[in-house]
Nanobody, 120 residues
Framework: QVQLVESGGGLVQPGGSLRLSCAAS????????MAWYRQAPGKERELVAR??????????DYLDSVKGRFTISGDNVKKTMYLQMNRLKPEDTATYFC???????????WGQGTQVTVSS
């Protein structure tokens, strides 16, 4: 069973930074794509960042409001995907989820989420 476990969330002041991690139970090269989503209370889940080639900086795509502030990356040795978030804003407050689509089965797996709160 494929597992994805997020960590790194927390409370940060506006303008601060956080790095979220998504630890996979298997090589991130086994995923055809991986992504970060977020969901704020009362809002729909939205795509924040996506990579079509996990472990590289190729084929990345970002939500317009986070471009230039967030960076998706991966380390296959650690089997982990990251989301570096800089210059955080209160509107970035949400639960952040990672997902990965298996190259072999096409099944998309989700983590349980990690809470990010941006507040002074």
């Amino acid at each position: 069973q494929v597992q994805l476990v997020e960590s790194g969330g927390g409370l940060v002041q506006p303008g601060g930074s956080l790095r979220l991690s998504c630890a996979a139970s298997q090589s991130i090269f086994s995923f055809s794509s991986m992504a970060w989503y977020r969901q704020a209370p009362g809002k729909e889940r939205e795509l924040v960042a996506r990579t079509g080639k996990p472990g590289t900086t190729d084929y990345t795509d970002y939500l317009d409001s986070v471009k230039g502030r967030f960076t998706i990356s991966g380390d296959n040795v650690k089997k982990t995907m990251y989301l570096q978030m800089n210059r955080l804003k209160p509107e970035d407050t949400a639960t952040y989820f990672c997902n990965g689509r298996s190259s072999s089965t096409g099944i998309t797996y989700w983590g349980q989420g990690t809470q990010v709160t941006v507040s002074s």
